[in-house]
């Protein structure tokens, strides 16, 4: 079964600090991992992509770790702020010419101020 | 560049009641997704059309669940008889397929449907 498993459920943060979400995943055929964010009423929005060629990508203050041979990535916030507070998903792609994403069950970060 | 509109916002039904959702995808993407998202749960896929072709519906409860994909662009999904455990949001997504990578999934809103 392709699974995303996806850690914390829930992150408090004070303003500027770090915050960090885990994800690990299952099937080795995985090779497109992004990760979304969503505000309450919204749609999710992709925030920031990896494939598994690259360890690490960083946008702004949005680095994605990736680690292929314990199949696991994480999300790193810099410097967060009371606006990323929002509920976080990690996913996973086949790739090919099926692009199902296969969501985590996500993480609430809430920042305060 | 506008983004994925879909409508109803929200929606109330009662059990066994039909009920349909209107998707349509930003301008020239090929490939459009629906997702059932529960409460606080991820989204999981329901059924992904390639121009107006089904690639993937083996999620899709098929029993009560129907989805079309008309000339290639809108879409609706559509609920009958609907069960209490329908309720979620209903989230519509498009990629644009470019020499056939489109890993890029834009979301819409989503329609908010509660089943009585």
């Known amino acids: 079964q392709q699974q995303v498993k996806q850690s914390p459920q829930s992150l408090i943060v004070q303003k500027g600090g770090i915050s960090i979400i885990n994800c690990a995943y299952e099937?080795?055929?995985?090779?497109?991992f992004p990760w979304y964010q969503q505000f309450p009423g919204k749609g999710p929005a992709l925030l920031i992509a990896?494939?598994?060629?690259?360890s690490e990508k960083k946008e702004g203050r949005f680095t994605i770790s990736f680690n292929k041979s314990a199949k696991q990535f994480s999300l790193h916030i810099m410097d967060s702020q009371p606006g990323d507070s929002a509920t976080y998903f990690c996913?996973?792609?086949?790739?090919?010419?099926?692009?199902?994403?296969?969501f985590g069950k996500g993480t609430l970060l809430t920042v305060n101020p | 560049e506008a983004g994925v509109a879909q409508s109803p916002r929200y929606k109330i039904i009662e059990k066994r009641q039909s009920v349909a959702f209107w998707c349509n995808p930003i301008?020239?993407?090929?490939?459009l997704y629906w997702y059932q998202q529960i409460l606080g749960q991820g989204p999981k896929l329901l059924i992904q059309f390639q121009n107006n072709g089904v690639v993937d519906d083996s999620q899709l409860p098929k029993d009560r669940f129907s989805a079309e994909r008309l000339k290639g662009v809108d879409s609706t999904l559509k609920i009958q008889p609907a069960k209490l455990e329908d309720s979620a949001v209903y989230l519509c997504?498009?990629?644009?397929?470019?020499?056939?990578?489109?890993?890029?999934?834009?979301f819409g809103p989503g329609t908010r449907l509660t089943v009585t």
């Open positions: 990896i494939r598994p060629d690259v």
């Open positions: 301008s020239g993407h090929a490939t």
């Open positions: 099937n080795t055929a995985f090779d497109y």
């Open positions: 997504a498009s990629s644009l397929d470019v020499q056939g990578f489109s890993y890029e999934q834009y």
């Open positions: 996913a996973a792609s086949l790739g090919g010419s099926n692009y199902k994403l296969t």
